[in-house]
């Protein structure tokens, strides 16, 4: 009998584990999981035999992490209603200073406002919902195009020239992000607790030796306005090792050099979770048995 394991990083410890790439689960959130098949017929091909263990096969159905926008990286964002005349409207108070800095991920504006995607503009601040904004500071507000009812989701960040502003911080997170984008797999460490095998993937100098799984990129999911949402990957390979099924799982993405993947944090606990910034994670679980006379796995040489 399979059974599947669904993680949501939104559920887990945000206060232990900030990086929704890299986290643990506790006994407490594994406690209702069975503990074993509930019919296993553990018996060899020969009978006069004792199976040596009893192992599973994991499958990696899928794996989908947040796309890399600056919206989700930005401390805030604010919704443009209208532009008019190069002024934007927003339908509440923005709360914006003059030389902050707003921008979109959004392609699909592009061509309708002329506001350009993940391009920095930096803003003066008319009223408490009104603003125009400019390439550079001095340089000039610009001629936008007029429309009304845009919903232009647009990302705040703080002026860079104010002291202990969150621009660098935020630039820094996002660029790291951008990462996922230039190399087409990711790697996974994926296992439970008592039991972490290692070195299931064989690298050169072993750099990704708590790799169990490799991960390429298969789709980016868009939303209705053409801004990207999410990244899906997917396994072409499955892999068989000890498993308990009520210990606690670990979770950990990583990069080609074994580290893990440089994301964005959620370290703010007054703050909501933001279930646009989790990972999630689909896995086939299958009872394999792996007796004296047969093993799937690699073996290694007698020295």
């Known amino acids: 009998m399979s059974t599947f394991i669904d993680l949501d990083s939104v559920w887990r410890d945000r206060q232990t584990y900030p990086n929704p790439c890299d986290y643990e689960l506790t006994p407490d959130q594994v406690d209702t999981w069975v503990r074993a098949v509930r019919e296993v017929r553990a018996l060899p091909q020969n009978a006069n035999e004792r199976p040596l263990d009893f192992v599973t096969s994991i499958n990696i159905v899928s794996l989908t992490l947040p796309f890399p926008r600056i919206e ?10 209208s532009i008019l005349a190069g002024v934007i409207t927003t339908m509440d108070p923005h ?56 919903g232009l989701e647009l990302a705040v960040i703080d002026n860079p020239l104010i002291i202990n502003s969150n621009y660098a911080t935020v630039i820094a997170a996002w660029s790291a992000g951008l990462q996922l984008l230039d190399f087409p797999r990711i790697y996974l460490d994926f296992h439970s607790r008592r039991y972490n095998d290692m070195r299931f993937l064989k690298t050169i ?71 646009d910034k989790q990972t999630m994670l689909t896995v086939n679980c299958i009872p394999y048995l792996r007796d004296a006379i047969f093993a799937n796995h690699a073996t290694e040489p007698i020295m």
């Open 72 to 81: 989700i990286y930005a401390p805030r964002v604010i919704v443009a209603t």
């Open 95 to 150: 709360g914006l200073t003059t030389g902050d800095i707003v921008m979109t991920s959004s392609p699909g504006y592009s061509s309708s406002s002329g506001i350009q995607r993940n391009v920095e503009y930096h803003v003066i601040v008319l009223s408490p919902v009104t603003f125009s904004v400019e390439l550079t500071p001095g340089g000039g507000a610009l001629s936008l195009v007029n429309g009304t009812g845009i």
């Open 205 to 275: 100098k072993g750099v990704l030796a708590d790799a169990k799984f490799v991960l390429g990129i298969d789709k980016t999911q868009f939303d209705d306005t053409l801004t990207p949402k999410w990244l899906h990957y997917k396994s072409c390979g499955e892999q068989v090792m000890r498993f308990k099924r009520d210990d606690p799982v670990v979770f950990r993405l990583m990069s080609r050099d074994g580290t893990v993947i440089p994301f964005f944090t959620e370290s703010d606990l007054s703050v909501p979770t933001n279930p």
